[in-house]
């Protein structure tokens, strides 16, 4: 029979990765609790709508890298490709910002985009998702990179570099779009034919291009911080102050626009060297009119995301494969009887413990136990039962010792590692 292999850019991900996962989840809840969050689940399929209002028309994530599908014939649904405009919408929609002024979100899961898959690049990927709605104090900008760059440090990460720039506002942004623009079209012959369309549709998509030719007209075209109106130059340098008092090393990037298009103010990259061509791990900013964009008040934003598999390339290994606390290798049918309801027992008690089924001989059980790196074997024959004994070995000293059946479940249960 013909095997059915996995889809394309969706991945398994097993043993004893998953263990690797499970840390950085667990200090990605210990952290963001520590600094207000609060975690929110969103469901993986939403309106077409809402991302191709919410992230842009134009953008490459709306044009060519969503799973749109009709819902036999009754509305146009899409997997997430990201979490900002679902966590926006669940905020309008269970009028979150009615009941508290400032709410800190965050949410772990798949995202789905349909690029072409490389290495760091999935078509099935994960996100650590943080956003903060209801402030556009500067402040929130760099208390998020500081919980950012704090989660990154605590799980072990080197050679991060963390990019920012400022996107600026719609006050100021059309003058700047307007000076692209007329650059642009001084190069046109240089850019590639995508670009040339975006000039038209969207001129910073421009910025994110990959082609070697539009990537050397762009070093030369106008810079946004040129452009800044006073109120985004003061949030800006306020964003860079909070950052210094932290001490923490950032590069200022005025070419980095971001390939979504909610973004205001405020945004930032952090790459890893290590990670090759797809070297983002995080990206994020300020989105001061997605809320009001997607139907709901005026109440500004700002968020990252993370991405789990590059995040987890670049976390250094822990031995995190522990072996069982006991192994229980029972020699006879009444031994394994008494076996299973100690083995089980235990287990009911949080102990990680084994037991073999299979009747085999000691020899073989013991090379079990060595297999699993089980701290300790209880060998239980049907003599050592009618005795009410047990032998129990350490399996670092292979030291041995007696013990009393009708205690053994206490005498375990103080056993270390
Ligand atoms: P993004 O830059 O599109 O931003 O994605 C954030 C991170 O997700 C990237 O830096 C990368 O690590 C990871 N990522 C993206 N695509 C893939 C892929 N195909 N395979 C593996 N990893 C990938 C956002 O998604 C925004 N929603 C971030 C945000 C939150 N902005 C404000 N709030």
Known sequence: MEIINSVKGFRDILPPETDKWRRVEETAYEVFQAFGFREIRIPLLEKTQLFSRGIGESTDIVEKEMYTFND?????????????ASVVRAYIEHNIHVVEPISKLFTIGPMFRRER???GR?????????????????????ELLVLLTHFLKKLGLSHIRLEINSLGCPK??????KAVVSFLQGREDELCPDCRRRMKTNPLR???CKVESCAAVISEAPKLPDFLCADCRQHFETVQESLHLFNLPFKLNPKMV???DYYTRTTFEIT?????AQNAVVGGGRYDHLVRDLGGPDIPGIGFAIGFERLVSLVPDKDESKGPLLFIAPLGEEALKRAFLLCNELRMENLPVEMDYTGRSLKSQMKTADRLKSAYTLILGDNELKANKALLRDMKSGLQSDVNLASSKEIIMKLKR
């Open 122 to 142: 999935f078509r099935q990927f994960h996100q650590i998702d943080a956003e903060i709605l209801g402030t556009d104090d500067p402040h929130a900008d760099g």
């Open 117 to 119: 898959p490389q290495k």
């Open 272 to 276: 890893a060297e290590h990670l090759g």
């Open 172 to 177: 100021c942004r059309p003058a700047f779009q």
């Open 206 to 208: 421009v910025f994110d």
């Open 72 to 84: 036999r014939g009754e509305e146009s649904l899409t997997l997430r490709p990201e979490a900002t």
């Open 258 to 260: 971001r390939g979504l």
